[in-house]
């Protein structure tokens, strides 16, 4: 609901690359989106996310669920695909050259 309205009051999307380049959703593109608009993560951030990331990524769902491009994914790493940073802490998003 807040992102709808700030979108109404800057008269713009504020995430515009959201899909792939065939039109599908993609989680990537939307975090490097996110990315270029605010900047990068806080390094504690991307710390936490990867200590936590094992414990929680491939942890098979109740049921399986349909991806954005149509197979159908057990785990949130098949339906999100990821990890996003290396060990390092890098990100590993290609964020959008511009902002409209």
Same mark, same amino acid.
């Given at each position: 609901?807040?992102?709808? *309205? /700030?979108?109404? *009051?800057?008269? @713009?999307?504020?995430?515009?690359? *959201? @899909?792939? =380049? ?5 989680? =990537?593109? =939307?975090?490097?989106? +996110? +990315?270029? /608009? ?15 990331? @094992?414990?929680?990524?491939?942890? $098979?769902?109740?049921? *399986? ?17 990821? $990890? ?9 998003? =290609?964020?959008?050259?511009?902002? $409209?």
């Amino acid at each position: 609901m807040t992102l709808q *309205l /700030l979108e109404l *009051l800057e008269d @713009k999307e504020l995430f515009v690359h *959201l @899909k792939s =380049q065939n039109g599908v959703y993609n989680a =990537q593109a =939307q975090f490097a989106d +996110i +990315i270029a /608009l605010l900047g990068p993560p806080p390094q504690d951030l991307i710390h936490r996310h990867i200590d936590q990331e @094992k414990y929680w990524r491939d942890v $098979p769902w109740e049921r *399986l669920f349909p991806s954005p491009g149509g197979t159908w994914c057990k785990t949130a790493r098949e339906y999100y695909g990821g $990890p996003f940073f290396d060990s390092n802490g890098m990100s590993k998003v =290609q964020t959008p050259p511009t902002r $409209p």
